[in-house]
């Protein structure tokens, strides 16, 4: 019977409050109108696969995983699936942050007009390189797996680990530099929002809040997961078994992205309490149809000093009725919320 230490007892539970998570936000997006969500679906189920397939090993044999984990290829089979389903963890937040700039600068709805070309290309992009990987490491040893303390690495030549970490370096940087010109965008708006504070504002910004905080985490992850590789090619060491645990973190941080995603995108208004300043707060003395409707139209970014925050105030509809360009599953549950 496997012999399980406090370290694993908490990597499996914070695993599994994940993959909770996870689903539920899942179910949440099936029954939403997809417009981001459509690549935030797949960033989940890439989540939640790489999260399933991590537990096996660790539930089998426990604190005897170092030890016994290459007696069977269920080490290697784990490793190249999550190897798998983890290359596009890194091009689809990158997606998300192109999306947001170019909705914010230009208000171009790419993901409505090219979202099956540009999922296309990463998942053959996911095709290619994990095949190639497959073909590198056929030769090697145990195809270049070694067991580690909760679960099992890839071990990569020196020239594969230069093509892992150059592009992954260069997709956290763009992504943080474009992110943060849709902030200061963005500030803008949020300006002219305390002055003119609405339902439709409130959504809007709060949106783009939620992407720029999903983008600057990637960012930060990526970044991090980069440290223990750089330690280990420094000091020559290829070892991961015995009191190596420099990568322990990132399968830590690993485990966490599932109650991440949730927190900002799964969340109602009353739970987001990071997110407080971007959602609705009734301002004083306005007529409840202003609150309603007056709204601001987001316009292509000007920077010759029109910073595409003017106030446009709609005729009266039919029906309310809200065409974000940031729609999220929170924004629409806040949405039922003020109508009901």
Not at 48 to 55: A, F, H, K, P
Request: charged fraction near 15%; proline fraction near 6%.
């Amino acid at each position: 019977m496997p012999v399980y230490s406090p370290l694993v007892v908490v990597y499996v539970c914070v695993q599994l409050i994940s993959l909770s998570l996870l689903v539920t936000l899942i179910y949440i997006l099936i029954n939403t109108n997809p417009y981001f969500t459509r690549t935030i679906f797949q960033l989940c189920i890439c989540t939640l696969i790489t999260g399933l397939l991590s537990l096996p090993l660790i539930i089998i044999y426990g604190n005897s995983l170092l030890e016994r984990a290459l007696d069977t290829p269920l080490c290697i089979i784990q490793n190249k699936l999550v190897g798998f389903f983890k290359f596009p963890l890194k091009l689809l937040p990158a997606a998300l942050s192109i999306y947001l700039w170019l909705e914010t600068c230009y208000n171009y709805h790419i993901e409505d007009k090219y979202f099956w070309h540009i999922s296309g290309i990463i998942w053959g992009l996911t095709i290619l390189v994990n095949g190639i990987e497959l073909i590198v490491t056929s030769n090697e040893e145990n195809w270049g797996v070694r067991a580690a303390v909760l679960s099992c690495k890839q071990t990569p030549s020196y020239q594969a680990w230069l093509n892992y970490i150059i592009p992954t370096s260069v997709l956290a940087i763009t992504s943080t530099i474009i992110t943060v010109h849709s902030v200061t965008i963005l500030f803008r708006r949020w300006r002219n929002h305390t002055r003119n504070q609405n339902r439709y504002t409130a959504i809007t910004l709060g949106d783009a809040a939620r992407l720029v905080v999903f983008s600057f985490f990637y960012s930060f992850m990526i970044l991090a997961s980069l440290i223990p590789s750089i330690f280990l090619k420094i000091n020559n060491d290829h070892d991961l078994s015995g009191d190596n645990n420099k990568l322990t973190f990132i399968d830590f941080a690993s485990s966490t992205y599932g109650t991440i995603l949730f927190m900002i995108f799964g969340t109602t208004k009353k739970a987001a309490l990071f997110l407080p300043c971007c959602y609705y707060s009734p301002p004083k003395d306005r007529v409840a149809y202003v609150q309603d409707h007056e709204s601001i139209d987001l316009q292509p970014y000007n920077p010759g000093g029109n910073d595409g925050s003017s106030i446009n105030q709609p005729p009266l509809p039919d029906s309310p009725k809200i065409d974000s360009g940031f729609q999220s599953v929170s924004s629409r549950i806040t949405i039922i919320e003020q109508q009901a």
